[in-house]
């Protein structure tokens, strides 16, 4: 079993829709959970973190964590085609020797129909 | 924010040869820097930590003498892929913490696409 655990997709919406992207985890000592969006052949793009569980929105963004289902999730509000990409889930442990070692999904491929 | 910067973008070399990239905190000192490495229609996996002045540290199954890594100065680390082979090939893209996060937050660069031949 992979220590996060991501549906590639690919998913196809509609432009307007609302986006529902989510991770699953097993390790119990990740603090950490990012989101990146990846265009192709580029590198990633921070788009959110949050440490521990909670909500955070940032624009269209609003990122969810529950850390007793070990279960985060990106909602993509208001979708347009400029969104479309790969959208990565990554999280790691607090510090120490994990310190910038952070554990990826394998990305889910949204596209945005006009 | 804090800005990574790769060099070069694309290399297509052929196998036998030594291929170098360059990944360069363009706005800030990065005295640890990360690489990892993503193959087609995969994840990314670290690689190595890149430390400014010592040796760096490798994952499980990483060959430090295949991927040498050099970390010369406070902005600048190199990967070098010595003797490049077919299984090589693969996106290279650096990373660094991101400034004021207090966190495992990375950064990353543009990547660079190696293809050997």
């Known amino acids: 079993q992979k220590e996060v655990e991501q549906d590639p997709g690919p998913l196809s919406v509609p432009e307007g829709a609302i986006v529902s992207l989510n991770c699953t985890y097993s390790?119990?000592?990740?603090?950490?959970f990012m989101w990146y969006r990846q265009y192709s052949r580029k590198g990633p793009e921070l788009l959110m973190y949050?440490?521990?569980?909670g909500n955070k929105e940032d624009g269209r963004f609003t990122a969810q964590v529950d850390k007793s289902s070990k279960y985060i999730s990106l909602f993509i509000r208001d979708s347009q085609p400029s969104d479309s990409a790969t959208y990565l889930c990554?999280?790691?442990?607090?510090?120490?020797?994990?310190?910038?070692?952070?554990?990826f999904g394998q990305g889910t491929i949204l596209t945005v129909h006009p | 924010g804090a800005v990574v910067s790769q060099h070069p973008s694309r290399v297509i070399c052929k196998s036998g040869t030594s291929v170098k990239i360059e990944c360069r905190s363009l706005?800030?000192?990065?005295?640890?820097m990360f690489w990892y490495r993503q193959f087609p229609k995969q994840s990314l996996m670290l690689m190595a930590t890149?430390?400014?002045?010592?040796?760096?540290?490798?994952e499980q199954g990483v060959e430090k003498d295949k991927f040498l890594i050099n970390h010369a100065s406070l902005t600048l680390s190199t990967l070098t892929v010595t003797s490049a082979h077919p299984e090589d090939s693969s996106f290279y893209i650096c990373?660094?913490?991101?400034?004021?996060?207090?966190?495992?937050?990375?950064?990353f660069g543009a990547g660079s696409r190696l293809t050997v031949l």
């Open positions: 949050t440490y521990s569980s």
């Open positions: 990554a999280m790691s442990n607090a510090g120490g020797t994990s310190y910038g070692k952070l554990t």
């Open positions: 890149s430390n400014e002045g010592s040796k760096a540290t490798y």
């Open positions: 990373s660094a913490r991101l400034q004021g996060s207090g966190a495992n937050v990375l950064t």
């Open positions: 390790n119990s000592a990740f603090q950490y």
């Open positions: 706005d800030f000192q990065a005295t640890t």
